[in-house]
């Protein structure tokens, strides 16, 4: 079992940044690819970002390409959304998530993770 916890969500002007952070409890952090989604209000939960297990490989959605950056600390069991240019469409609440069996096309998809946090709301607005 892994529990998520994110952090980080908050009221920023356009154009700024904003740094999410996911904690995960559990000793088997390390194997698990990570995941950010989002969901705006009316819309369907979107893939946002991912990182494969070691850290090696990143996935991103065209729309954050340039101004989002994942990464983790599987030292501090945390994985991190550096958000930058922020934009209005970027506003929503936006999930961590843990998938054990990565491969291929699965870190698009939400259906093939484990594990969800409770979601962080990110408004951007002037």
């Known amino acids: 079992q892994v529990q998520l916890v994110e952090s980080g969500g908050g009221l920023v002007q356009p154009g700024g940044p904003l740094r999410l952070s996911c904690v995960a409890s559990?000793?088997?952090?390390?194997?698990?690819?990570m995941g950010w989604f989002r969901q705006a209000p009316g819309k369907e939960r979107e893939f946002v970002a991912a990182?494969?297990?070691?850290?090696?490989?990143?996935y991103y959605v065209a729309s954050v390409k340039g101004r989002f950056t994942i990464r983790r600390d599987n030292a501090k069991n945390t994985v991190y959304l550096q958000m930058a240019s922020l934009k209005p469409e970027d506003t929503a609440v936006y999930y961590c998530?843990?998938?054990?069996?990565?491969?291929?096309?699965?870190?698009?998809?939400?259906?093939?993770?484990?594990?969800w946090g409770q979601g962080t709301q990110v408004t951007v607005s002037s």
């Open positions: 559990g000793r088997t952090f390390n194997y698990y690819a």
């Open positions: 990182i494969s297990s070691t850290g090696g490989n990143t």
């Open positions: 998530a843990a998938m054990l069996k990565a491969y291929g096309d699965s870190y698009y998809n939400q259906y093939h993770y484990d594990y």
